[in-house]
């Protein structure tokens, strides 16, 4: 998506997707929410540089001293005060800022005066964690959420399903994006930003076999593993990732005995080979329940639990969600 064109005032032009503007409100309404949508701060806007790509104004330090930085945050004052009122939101602007080293996310954010989610999603940090000495941030003048229109992260396909309706489109140098004022992430994107999303499903255990292309113990072909193998003593207990409802609890031939469990935000857990199973199908069981133990059922070589992950039926990598999950 190319950047829009500007507006006379120097501001970016962006537009809604979706039809007309807020429930109620008649032309008038609209026109006057687009209006506000291309006013910014002339000297805050950004540009077009010779070379092509979008050049953003920079905060050279968070204190008063410098006068874009209190133009910054007179301008995420008033998107806060907007919001709080009801009242349309002034026009997006973003800055740059070069964040010293060893600073980490949420200090960050706080002297900003943002969420560290909005920062987070602006620059695609799937993880939160302290900046290297010189790194190159961008920083928006209203809270909310950005989302990438291809994304290419865990975090950022989960975003990727909140309605677009209403959204600011926009392009930056991270790409085109949506931008959703003034939204949070919910429980789930919060805990897989915090790597919080799965527990250890066993009290012990070690990663045998990852996730990846790998060489079949059983056939010896080269083929997908869609997760990990935890080498553990037959009989140990193992625990749910995360507190669901069990959508699938019996046997087959390849996993033998084994659970499914089915989370928020369109998330599965399986647990496979095991012994037996303490749980049935539809029952709601928390984080930490106990619904099985290890055993080797099923195409095994020997006691392990086969552990999986799946956003939405597609298998995703266990270790970068669950913690304690290294090989």
Known sequence: MRPGP????????????????RSGRGGSGVAALLLLALVA?????????AEGPLVYPLLKSLGPEDPLFRQHQEAVAAAYLAAGSGKPPPALTLYEYRAPKGVDLFALAARLSLPYETLATLNRLDRSRSFLGGELLLVPTAPGIFVPEKPASDLELLLSYRPPARALRLSSREG??????????????????LGKLFRFPLPLGTVTSGFGERLSPITGKLSLHPGVDLGAPA???????????VSFSGFDSVLGEHVIIAHAGGWSTVYGHLSQRSVSLNDQVES???IGR?????????PHL??????????????PL???MKQ
């Open 6 to 21: 500007e507006s006379p005032s120097g501001a970016l032009r962006g537009g809604r997707s979706g039809r007309g503007g």
């Open 41 to 49: 701060l002339p000297s805050a806007s950004p540009r077009l540089s």
């Open 176 to 193: 085109a994006m949506l931008f959703f004022a003034d939204a949070r992430f919910t429980p789930e994107e919060r805990s897989l930003f």
């Open 235 to 245: 009989g140990t207990e193992v625990f749910a990732a995360r507190e669901g409802r």
């Open 288 to 290: 930490g329940t106990m």
């Open 294 to 302: 290890v055993g080797s059922t099923g195409l095994s070589t020997g």
């Open 306 to 319: 086969h552990f999986e992950v799946r956003n939405r039926g597609e298998a995703r990598d266990p270790e």
């Open 322 to 324: 669950v913690p304690r």
